[in-house]
């Protein structure tokens, strides 16, 4: 999947998002936020100007939400996004209100809508985490010049060939044909097991 894939993932198959911005104390706090647009210019969500998420989105622009659908934890798909979002403003409502018919029921006219205003998360970097697959899928995307850090855990020179760490792999997503083993990153539950049994610290955590 290339990243406007996640995006419109995000956008179209699951909608809604427990979202996180910070207080004035820097405390996390959480609400529940439609992301309703997305183009190759990021993500879009729109909120009220009366509202304490709007005034905490305006003294700090670093953000994070997590989506998720799936009927249990093992049907479910995860997308992780921490990342950057500035107001643009009130222009683009119509054309939200048109792609998220339902927001008429809540401001039902243009007076009610006079104090909405736009969001773009215009830069951020995100990971994929789909439970529904055996073995697990995992992969990370990027966007807005935002760049991705290699996460989790790989192994070093030092392995000596020994396969302790795929006796304990839960996924089985070493492969110990080679030396050193080579941990598959698309399948790793980052659980750390194999840097536990590893007889030599052959594996590093980054």
Known sequence: MQTKDYLQYIVEKIHSTVFATT??????VTCAIDIMDYDENGLYFLTAKGKN??????SNENIAFTAMKGEDTLSCVAVSVQGKAKETGPDSLPDLFRK???MEKIYPDVRSRS?????????????????????IERASFSFGGAQTEKTGYFVTDKCIG?????????????DISAKPAIIRQEHCLHCGNCYEICPTRAIERR
């Open 115 to 135: 104090a909405l205003t736009v969001f773009r998360i215009y830069e951020g970097t995100g990971e994929w985490f789909d439970l529904s697959k055996q073995p």
């Open 162 to 174: 020994c396969k302790l760490c795929y006796s304990k792999c839960p996924q089985k997503c070493i």
């Open 23 to 28: 207080d004035s104390e820097g405390r996390p």
């Open 53 to 58: 998420f709007y005034n905490r989105l305006k």
């Open 100 to 102: 998220n018919p339902y």
